[in-house]
């Protein structure tokens, strides 16, 4: 009792966008009427039709399916054997269900888009370009980058030269383009070239590209030259016009109070009817000095000045956190490890860092980090930075009993480098503790 399926053929070739059919013989072994219903199993179900899909049979009575494959022309359609199997289920006894197993191969297609970003570059020297490889067939790609202008007056260069992409993905290739010949000053030139995109099986594809080669002095130079003698000379002009003229009445009329107040003082010397000495804005060298009454005749006599001449005094400022220091640590750690390096310092002397500058020169990716004692001050990811500098308004201290050091966690190093690399330089004050 049950049913019983056998299929025009185990075995059958399509290719993605095309569709390919068997037939499928449905056989009733069982007593009574049964409801048969068919159905396909496998990697080809999302992509089968059954048609009918469903058949109502007398005992021992037959009837023929047509199964349908169509796989889409797509990257996820997956080239090469796919199995599949055709079950036919019994509504009226399940356990008398069948099976019946085969395989559909599925040929591979290749479809490359590319595409230039941007498709017009500006420069005086070279122009960067971006292109971006698609893969839209369902087998890998392995194509190489090639690029020429028509007139061989650029240098054109695509790193990398060879790109692999897997089905559905797409790659990137930078393309630099420089002119071979410069010019000083004049218009734009245009140059056009393009961009080729090899397969190893299938045809090329060809992007085209233009460069607008720049003079070396552009354009707004000379204006930019002449807006600048123009403001010297307004500045100048304001200088003799304006500034100095004031400069110079501020000038006197600083002194002027000053000398008023001496000749007071002096007048006051000389007393009532006496004739008064103005002292003009001049400058001396002290000696004995007399005032002569016009009624007594007597002179008063005022002792010269002795000793040296007044200095200024110098002030020296000192810093509340001793005096200024610095240092610089070096790490380097391989790709997946870490290493870290430790800043000595003197016994009984306490560290205070207020700047702190932080270097990753080789575009390393993984953790850079500031320690104090075992305990992370500092946190940064390379990746996030080339130079970093802090500036502390209360700076950081150490001692000997809570060091200063640098740990370094590498990731991944800079392109076509071994190992991570980055620095660390500080600069603050020592004092003894």
Same mark, same amino acid.
């Given at each position: 009792?049950?049913?019983?399926?056998?299929?025009?053929?185990?075995?059958?070739?399509?290719?993605?966008?095309?569709?390919?059919?068997?037939?499928?013989?449905?056989?009733?072994?069982?007593?009574?009427?049964?409801?048969?219903? #068919? /159905?396909?199993?496998?990697?080809?179900?999302?992509?089968?039709?059954?048609?009918?899909?469903?058949?109502?049979?007398?005992?021992?009575?037959?009837?023929?399916?047509?199964?349908?494959?169509?796989?889409?022309?797509?990257?996820?359609?997956?080239?090469?054997? *796919?199995?599949?199997? %055709?079950?036919?289920?019994?509504?009226?006894?399940?356990?008398?269900?069948?099976?019946?197993?085969? #395989?559909?191969?599925?040929?591979?297609?290749?479809?490359?888009?590319?595409?230039?970003?941007?498709?017009?570059?500006?420069?005086?020297?070279?122009?960067?370009?971006?292109?971006?490889?698609?893969?839209?067939?369902?087998?890998?790609?392995?194509?190489?980058?090639?690029?020429?202008?028509?007139? /061989?007056?650029?240098?054109? &260069?695509?790193?990398?030269?060879?790109? #692999?992409?897997?089905?559905?993905?797409?790659?990137?290739?930078?393309?630099?383009?420089?002119?071979?010949?410069?010019?000083?000053?004049?218009?734009?030139? *245009?140059?056009?070239?393009?961009?080729?995109?090899?397969?190893?099986?299938?045809?090329?594809?060809?992007?085209?590209?233009?460069?607008?080669?720049?003079?070396? =002095?552009?354009?707004?130079?000379?204006?930019? +030259?002449?807006? =600048?003698?123009?403001?010297?000379?307004?500045? !100048?002009?304001?200088?003799?016009?304006? +500034?100095?003229?004031? !400069?110079?009445?501020?000038? $006197?009329?600083?002194?002027?109070?000053?000398?008023?107040?001496?000749? $007071? $003082?002096?007048?006051?010397?000389?007393?009532?009817?006496?004739?008064?000495?103005?002292?003009?804005?001049?400058?001396?060298?002290?000696?004995?000095?007399?005032?002569?009454?016009?009624?007594?005749?007597?002179?008063?006599?005022?002792?010269?000045?002795?000793?040296?001449?007044?200095?200024?005094?110098?002030?020296? &400022?000192?810093?509340?956190?001793?005096?200024?220091?610095?240092?610089?640590?070096?790490?380097?750690?391989?790709?997946?490890?870490?290493?870290?390096? *430790?800043?000595?310092?003197?016994?009984?002397? #306490?560290?205070?860092?207020?700047?702190?500058?932080?270097?990753?020169?080789?575009?390393?990716?993984?953790? +850079?980090?500031?320690?104090?004692?075992?305990?992370? %001050? =500092? /946190? %940064?990811?390379? /990746?996030?930075?080339?130079? +970093?500098?802090?500036?502390?308004?209360?700076?950081?201290?150490?001692?000997?009993?809570?060091?200063?050091?640098?740990?370094?966690?590498?990731?991944?190093?800079?392109?076509?480098?071994?190992?991570?690399?980055?620095?660390?330089?500080?600069?603050?004050?020592?004092?003894?503790?």
């Amino acid at each position: 009792m049950g049913a019983l399926a056998s299929l025009s053929t185990s075995d059958v070739s399509v290719e993605p966008g095309a569709a390919v059919a068997i037939d499928v013989r449905v056989r009733n072994t069982a007593t009574v009427v049964d409801q048969l219903t #068919v /159905e396909i199993l496998g990697g080809a179900a999302g992509w089968a039709r059954v048609d009918p899909p469903v058949v109502s049979l007398f005992p021992a009575t037959e009837q023929t399916v047509r199964v349908t494959f169509a796989p889409p022309r797509v990257h996820t359609t997956a080239a090469g054997p *796919t199995p599949f199997g %055709v079950r036919v289920t019994c509504q009226e006894d399940p356990t008398g269900s069948t099976v019946e197993e085969g #395989v559909i191969r599925v040929g591979a297609f290749s479809d490359t888009a590319a595409e230039l970003v941007p498709r017009t570059g500006r420069g005086s020297r070279q122009a960067r370009y971006e292109l971006a490889v698609d893969n839209r067939g369902n087998e890998p790609l392995n194509a190489h980058v090639s690029a020429s202008d028509p007139d /061989e007056l650029l240098a054109i &260069t695509a790193e990398p030269a060879g790109v #692999v992409a897997p089905p559905g993905a797409a790659v990137f290739s930078v393309v630099r383009v420089r002119p071979r010949a410069r010019f000083w000053r004049g218009p734009a030139q *245009t140059h056009q070239f393009q961009v080729a995109v090899v397969p190893t099986e299938g045809p090329a594809v060809v992007v085209p590209g233009t460069l607008l080669q720049e003079p070396v =002095l552009p354009r707004w130079l000379p204006k930019a +030259l002449a807006a =600048l003698v123009a403001l010297l000379v307004l500045l !100048v002009i304001a200088w003799f016009a304006l +500034l100095r003229p004031t !400069v110079r009445s501020a000038a $006197k009329d600083a002194v002027k109070q000053p000398i008023a107040d001496l000749n $007071k $003082k002096v007048d006051a010397l000389g007393g009532g009817g006496a004739t008064t000495t103005t002292v003009a804005p001049t400058t001396t060298t002290p000696h004995a000095s007399s005032t002569t009454t016009g009624t007594s005749g007597t002179t008063a006599t005022t002792p010269p000045t002795t000793g040296p001449p007044p200095t200024a005094a110098t002030t020296t &400022t000192v810093s509340p956190f001793g005096e200024p220091g610095d240092g610089r640590l070096a790490v380097s750690a391989p790709p997946g490890g870490a290493n870290a390096a *430790t800043f000595p310092i003197a016994p009984n002397t #306490v560290f205070s860092v207020t700047d702190l500058v932080l270097q990753n020169p080789q575009g390393d990716a993984g953790l +850079l980090q500031i320690r104090r004692n075992g305990q992370v %001050v =500092l /946190e %940064v990811a390379l /990746e996030n930075f080339r130079d +970093l500098d802090y500036h502390f308004v209360a700076p950081l201290q150490f001692s000997p009993a809570a060091p200063l050091q640098v740990r370094l966690s590498c990731a991944t190093p800079g392109t076509g480098q071994p190992n991570c690399a980055a620095a660390a330089t500080f600069v603050g004050f020592k004092k003894a503790a």
